[in-house]
């Protein structure tokens, strides 16, 4: 196991527009500091969403009836909500200026990720920003780009943040993790005494991610990128999809 | 907002046993290292729970018909079964083995926290580790006395590992927290473009926990306590109570 771990938040990343390449971004972030084998890039959702060009403008959007009757529900702007329900496999609760969903890769979170907040504004257009298409694809892409220039197996980890059922505040999280074990499976390791250790599975993507966090803060476009150094693991590498809890183990729905 | 980080576990952390002096022990360790203001350590639950002695001996135990009615349900020891209802204050769900409730501090978790891993196994004596009676207290207890020793602020966090509604695996969390802000609000900060950023309470202390987490690993006592040096706030220290979602907000129970 490891003994200390450095995060760095990687300097001077620019405003990120529609098409503009992620790790061409990170490796001129890095300038003269190479990446070591088992080194994690942790990369805020935001940055990618908009690489991917994956805003939406409300002004073209047209609510369905659902969406109308959910909005007046809820106090939010209908075109918004139609956004969030298009995003959406299902809606697990909603509340008054709430809007609890099934995101359509699994996630159980707010407003299905849509995110009004630092989305440049341009005249009267009023843009919101939606998760990446395919978070452990694009953690994958980039993985695959830095491992091509720097020559040694990293980890790409692509951050949220997320609320939680029972604890107030939100923690980082991975939703799309690449070159690294999403979880890791101690069930059947002996304990210090040679018992079996009962519970242990770890959320070790998501425990990144939330350190990560610490660095790049809630307005996210000003460090959003991390590098982790020191992090160890043996298991196989695997996607941040393998933590979403399956709905038939769910018992909070 | 910092733009490093460091987590160091701190080495030769000797088996805790019941009176042991948790500050003594985290003094002996940082050896010639002084603590700087800032600085946050980290101590493991369960190495806390020891130290104050929080063991009970399930043959001194008489299960309640109820302890009874859902041991049968779950198929654990109804003297566990026993143990942990005690310590919490309703039973959230059950199912085969797996008991999820709210303990007496208000935490939403399996088992209470009551933990038959890495109890030193005796004669004939099976002994099970329930959380400290007062987790912000003995982080406070120890805040003190580690500022008394080095003269700075210092933050100190009592974690453990949950798991999560709808995420598989666990991730550290705070149960204890002194000297930091266990919640961080950002509500009513502009964001990049100055608009009003909606969402952002951060779980600062949580994400801390979560952090340290990959350092001390599940079987907790072998890298029990972690230093983390180059966090930054300006909100006042609260404990971690705080991140106890209130009962009247929950729309999971």
Redesign the interface.
Known sequence: ?????????L?GIP?VRAGDDIAALIIAALGSRELSAGDVIVVAQKIISKAEGRTVDLATVTPSVQAEKLAAEVGKDPRLVEVVLSESTCVV?S?PNLI?VQHRLG??M?NAGVD??????ADGVHRVLLLPRDPDGSAERLRRALQQRYGVEIGVIISD?F???????????AIGAAGLP???D?RG?P???G?T????????A???A??A???Q???A???PIVLVR??SWTAPAAAAA????PIE????R
């Open positions: 196991m490891s003994s200390a771990l450095e995060l760095i938040a300097p405003m609760r509340r609890i996630f159980v707010a009004q907040s630092n989305v440049a504004p943040s609320g939680r059922a029972w604890r107030r505040g939100t923690c980082g999280i999403s979880l890791i101690l390791r304990d210090l005494f018992r250790l009962e519970v242990s599975i770890i959320g070790f998501d425990e990144i939330a350190a966090s610490l660095l803060g809630q307005a476009e000003a460090q020191g992090l393998d933590l979403v809890r183990e769910d018992l909070f």
